[in-house]
């Protein structure tokens, strides 16, 4: 019995140009997973009629494709989370500068309350002075 491919052929040339278009436009040599799907339906397709694939052989495909699409949305998610953690740490390093320009404009109306009400001015220690000129 003879069987004639001419059909599929023409089918599969037609579904190719449109791919070389695609290809053409994003070679990044890598293999994505719509290439994957479209070489294991070639396979299937193109494989000897007396001597098929064996199910174990496509099982063991399906899974690594599955892992491998698993693999890319996981990389995606922490990609995006990593971002998130990264936005809120710059604002609670924002929100820590606030908060200490905040404690220093109160310790400096505490200190000028004090020496107006005592009429003394309150003597700084060395070290606290070094610190005031670095701040200014």
């Known amino acids: 019995m003879k069987v004639e491919n001419k059909t599929t052929e023409y089918v599969y040339k ?3 140009e449109n791919q070389k278009k ?3 436009s994003k070679n990044t040599g890598e293999l ?3 290439a994957f799907l479209r070489l294991l339906t070639t ?3 193109n494989q000897d009629p007396l001597n098929p694939m064996e199910d174990r052989e496509f099982i ?3 899974a690594q494709f599955s892992s491998l699409e698993q693999m890319q949305n996981l990389n995606k998610i922490l990609d995006s989370r990593t971002d998130e953690i ?5 604002l609670m390093n924002l929100n820590q500068i606030k908060a200490n320009v905040e404690i220093l404009k109160e310790i400096t109306s505490i200190r000028k309350a004090f020496e107006a009400y005592t009429g003394k001015e309150v003597e700084e220690e060395e070290g606290e002075k070094e610190d005031t000129k670095v701040e200014e």
């Open 32 to 34: 994505d997973k719509d």
């Open 86 to 90: 990264l936005d809120g740490l710059d």
């Open 14 to 16: 037609f579904g190719e």
């Open 22 to 24: 695609e290809n053409s």
């Open 60 to 62: 063991a495909q399906l």
């Open 43 to 45: 396979q299937l397709s």
